[in-house]
């Protein structure tokens, strides 16, 4: 593929809003996780949640798309100057030539949750206040930011589990190429809500503790919350020499189970070869793999037997869950904003809360930070139903 340009991008997740603090978190080693108060939930589980998100106030003439994930969207879209790049961009190109594609799980079902509550004793009818349409619907994140940053292009919302908002870049790059357009805000939302907690909490992958990726006694995942945003444009003739390109994507369905990974992990293993050979590189070449790595005992053990059989036990790896939490649809984005961070600054990010590593998992995993330059990365994102995406991050220099 002709490598696209991540040319701004910005994050809020539990660890910070906006890219200094993310970045400042990370080289801490700090953990947004915290025990569960949300709401009424009534769990013994961790969850990472954003600080004010509830005192956000949509801008005044969008206010009918209020909800939590619009919300936490909007502190993404108003940070890092994200909204004046993309702005630009569309003078540059023309509003109508930039393509949105967002990627969420659960969207605003808080909305309709919180709804459910109002409803009339007789009747039963939901309140006269709730729309569907521009909260609970997961198209709600990709409209309301198209009227937030006036752009008239193609949006589309792309919903498959964890792997959402890593898709949206195989989305866009096909677009880009296909010349419907010149540019792409990628990126995902996922907000905290009763489904997913005890959706989770049911399938009996919520852990007490905070989350553990690849650690001996890994127990589960913790639920958390973000936003991330990225602008992809076409490669310039000559790049800044740290700017941050995506060179390779790999997609794959394996279908396995509906919420199970393969045991070999078969459907990761395609997509990391997919992206890799997409990107014109050997896996000798990639210097650190952002892992899926939700916590939980079968995704682990699945992601990390394709890492070791086509990696080895020799390339950095680690999974940033234990700081941010997994964001499910977010997921992808957020971890694609930390692999560009790592190749800004060169910081290989090690895991959180791990004491022993699981001796069956014989990868590289880092449970400390890690200083070096790199050129390459791979970030992992891998769905229910075996909806797999990986995507690799370079360095234009």
Do not use: W
Not at 41 to 47: H, N, P
Not at 116 to 138: E, K, M, N
């Amino acid at each position: 593929m002709k490598p696209l340009l991540l040319s701004h991008f910005t994050v809020t997740s539990c660890i910070g809003r906006g890219l200094s603090s993310t970045l400042a978190s990370l080289r801490r080693r700090t953990s947004g996780l915290t025990h569960c108060d949300f709401d009424t939930v009534d769990l013994d589980t961790y969850i990472g949640a954003v600080a004010g998100v509830d005192a956000v106030v949509l801008r005044a003439d969008l206010q009918q798309y209020d909800c939590r994930n619009n919300r936490l969207l909007q502190l993404a879209l108003e940070q890092d100057g994200f909204a004046a790049a993309v702005q630009a961009a569309a003078k540059k190109y023309g509003s109508g030539r930039i393509g949105l594609f967002l990627g969420t799980s659960t969207s605003g079902i808080l909305q309709t949750e919180l709804a459910y509550r109002r409803r009339d004793p007789v009747t039963g009818a939901l309140p006269a206040d709730f729309t569907y349409r521009h909260s609970h619907s997961t198209f709600s994140a990709a409209d309301f930011a198209r009227q937030y940053l006036h752009l008239s292009g193609p949006a589309t919302v792309v919903s498959s589990a964890c792997s959402s908002s890593a898709k949206v870049f195989a989305s866009a790059r096909r677009m880009i190429e296909a010349g419907l357009i010149d540019a792409a805000v990628v990126g995902g939302v996922d907000s905290l809500c009763l489904t997913t907690l005890y959706g989770f909490n049911s399938l009996g992958l919520t852990s007490s503790q905070p989350c553990r990726p690849y650690a001996a006694d890994r127990s589960g995942i913790s639920v958390g919350e973000a936003a991330a945003l990225v602008l992809l444009e076409r490669l310039p003739d000559r790049p800044d020499v740290a700017a941050v390109l995506l060179t390779g994507i790999g997609e794959s369905s394996d279908a396995y189970h509906m919420s199970s990974p393969h045991p070999d992990g078969l459907g990761a293993r395609i997509a990391m070869q997919n992206a890799l050979a997409m990107a014109g590189l050997a896996p000798a070449q990639i210097d650190y793999i952002n892992l899926h790595g939700t916590a939980t005992p079968s995704n682990d053990a699945s992601e990390g037997k394709a890492v070791a059989a086509l990696f080895g036990a020799t390339t950095p790896c680690s999974s940033t869950k234990g700081a941010t939490g997994h964001t499910l649809g977010a997921a992808g984005g957020v971890e694609a904003v930390i692999c560009a961070l790592a190749l800004q600054h060169g910081l290989l990010p090690g895991g959180l809360h791990v004491s022993a590593l699981d001796p069956e998992l014989p990868l590289d995993y880092l449970c400390d930070n890690r200083e070096q330059r790199i050129g390459h990365v791979l970030s992992n994102s891998f769905g229910f139903g075996g909806t797999n995406c990986s995507l690799i991050f370079s360095r234009a220099n």
